[in-house]
Each structure stands twice: as C-alpha cells, then as structure tokens.
T-cell receptor, first 109, second 115 residues
Framework: QKEVEQDPGPLSVPEGAIVSLNCTYS??????FMWYRQYSRKGPELLMY????GNKEDGRFTAQVDKSSKYISLFIRDSQPSDSATYLC?????????FGTGTSLTVIP | GAVVSQHPSRVICKSGTSVKIECRSL??????MFWYRQFPKQSLMLMAT?????????EQGVEKDKFLINHASLTLSTLTVTSAHPEDSSFYIC???????????FGEGSWLTVV
C-alpha cells in the first residue's frame, strides 16, 4: 500500500464550479500536510500548508484535514481556467516528504 | 513564500558529456535540499536528499556516481549528471527546506535533453 493515495483524474469542470481534490494516507504519524499546484513543465508551487485537523482557508482555496479518517482535501471555489493544473498533495514526518501522484484538473471556460 | 531558483531551465547536451544544474534558495537558508526527477504525466520521483556540508543520501536505484550532488552552502545545491545518455533526458526539480520549516519549496525545474 502506498503511503499516500490520490486519484489521478483527469478531472474536468466548468468555470465557476467548486472543485474537490482528495488524498488518503496510511501513516498516522504524518505531521504536516501540503497542497501544491503544478503547471505543465514547471516546478510545483506551494498552495496550502497545515498541520492540524480542521479547515484552513486562503482566498478561494480551503484545505481540510481529517486525521481520524486519514483524509485530506483541497476545495477550490469559483474555479477559473487559470486553475487548470496538476494538484499534488504531500505529507511529512521530519525530513521525509511523501507525495500523491497528482490530480490533473481542467477548468473549462 | 520562500523562493527557490533553479538554473538552467533548459539544457541540451551531447551524449557522453556532463551537465550541472544549480538550485539556490534566494531568501532563506536551506539545511536540506531534495532532488527529484519527473517523467511526463507522472509524479515526482525522489532521487536524493542532501544536507549542507554532508554527503547526499540517494534513493534506491539511483546511481550516485552518475548523479553527483553537492550541497556546499546553505543556499546552493548542485546536481551534475555525468556521462549523460539519452535515457537521462527528463525534468529535474529541486526543493529546499528551511531549518525550522515543515514544508518545502520547489525550484522551477530543469529540462534536460541528451542528444
């Protein structure tokens, strides 16, 4: 079993839709949880970072962590064509970082 | 957020030559840097972890004599692909972690094409 599981998609939504991206994990020792956005042929960009269960909001983005279920989510409100990218979840213990395989998202104008 | 700069963004080299890729943390000191390789439409594959002033730790299956990593300062790590072959053509990405930070920041990536 992989440490981090993420549905690769692809996911296609109309502009303005609410997008939900999800990851599950198996190691309850993970301490920190991150979401990265990667545009084609570019390095990943940190979007959200959290360490506690609950929600964290930043503009149109909300990161949700449920440690009891070992489940994290990223919600994107009012999605825009510029949100079209691959979204990677990541989690860490100390100096070790584990990444999901990424979900490809396309927002259609 | 913290800025990590990677250079060059694109490089073409001849088979058998060596090529160096630099990764710099511009506004923080990076005690740990990571090097990844990414194939099209695939996730990041960790190649090695480097700590400033010590030898890099390579992942299983990564040839340390082929992919030389140096982390000589708190702001610079380099990856040298030695005796490059066409199968080494790929997207290489570095990331850096601050001493107290619990997340990592990525460089823009470097496209290597070996002809």
């Amino acid at each position: 079993q992989k440490e981090v599981e993420q549905d690769p998609g692809p996911l296609s939504v109309p502009e303005g839709a609410i997008v939900s991206l999800n990851c599950t994990y198996s190691n309850s020792a993970f301490q920190y949880f991150m979401w990265y956005r990667q545009y084609s042929r570019k390095g990943p960009e940190l979007l959200m970072y959290t360490y506690s269960s609950g929600n964290k909001e930043d503009g149109r983005f909300t990161a949700q962590v449920d440690k009891s279920s070992k489940y994290i989510s990223l919600f994107i409100r009012d999605s825009q064509p510029s949100d079209s990218a691959t979204y990677l979840c990541a989690m860490s213990i100390g100096n070790q970082f584990y990444f999901g395989t990424g979900t490809s998202l396309t927002v259609i104008p | 957020g913290a800025v990590v700069s990677q250079h060059p963004s694109r490089v073409i080299c001849k088979s058998g030559t060596s090529v160096k890729i630099e990764c710099r943390s511009l506004d923080f000191q990076a005690t740990t840097m990571f090097w990844y390789r990414q194939f099209p439409k695939q996730s990041l594959m960790l190649m090695a972890t480097s700590n400033e002033g010590s030898k890099a730790t390579y992942e299983q299956g990564v040839e340390k004599d082929k992919f030389l990593i140096n982390h000589a300062s708190l702001t610079l790590s380099t990856l040298t692909v030695t005796s490059a072959h066409p199968e080494d053509s790929s997207f290489y990405i570095c990331s850096a972690r601050t001493g107290a930070g619990n997340t990592i920041y990525f460089g823009e990536g470097s496209w290597l094409t070996v002809v």
